[in-house]
């Protein structure tokens, strides 16, 4: 069982787990910044983590949910705000206040989508096969 599939794991549980990872994921991101990625790696790299992150925070709210359908829904949330990005709005907001930044982004850039695809799609095939999410027994 998956934090996000129907069965015997409840959901208490798998939101306790998902949130328990969000943490760790958190850290993994504030990790690679600090250590630094080299330079064509490391923007991909952050948005695969954020779209991996949306997953985790929707798997949080939708725990009994299919986990290609928290996938899809993360991938969906992350390419609305890269598409917003085109609007200019969230660089308005973002010179309002500056933490923004790291959930609107400011610059449009299509290569990105393909890491939130990379990064929805990663969580949710490591959330299915992960045995630390089965119930015990």
């Known amino acids: 069982m998956s934090i996000t ?11 306790l787990v998902a949130a328990a990872v969000v943490v760790v994921a958190v850290g993994l991101a504030v990790a690679t910044r600090v250590v630094g990625l080299p330079g064509a790696l490391a923007d991909p790299a952050g948005d695969a983590m954020y779209a991996a992150l949306v997953y985790l925070v ?24 890269e598409v917003a ?6 660089a308005l907001l973002v010179a309002q206040w500056s933490p923004l930044r790291y959930v609107l982004g400011t610059t449009f850039a299509a ?7 990379v990064g929805a799609a990663g ?14 027994g």
Not at 111 to 117: E, F, I, R, S, T
């Open 5 to 15: 599939s129907r069965g015997s794991i409840t959901a208490r549980r798998a939101r």
């Open 58 to 81: 929707l798997a949080c709210c939708a725990p009994r949910a299919r986990w290609w359908l928290v996938a899809a829904l993360a991938f969906g949330a992350c390419a609305a705000v």
């Open 85 to 90: 990005q085109l609007t200019g709005v969230p």
């Open 111 to 117: 290569p990105d989508l393909v890491a939130y695809a």
């Open 123 to 136: 969580a949710g095939v490591v959330d299915r096969l992960s045995p630390a999410r089965r119930p015990p």
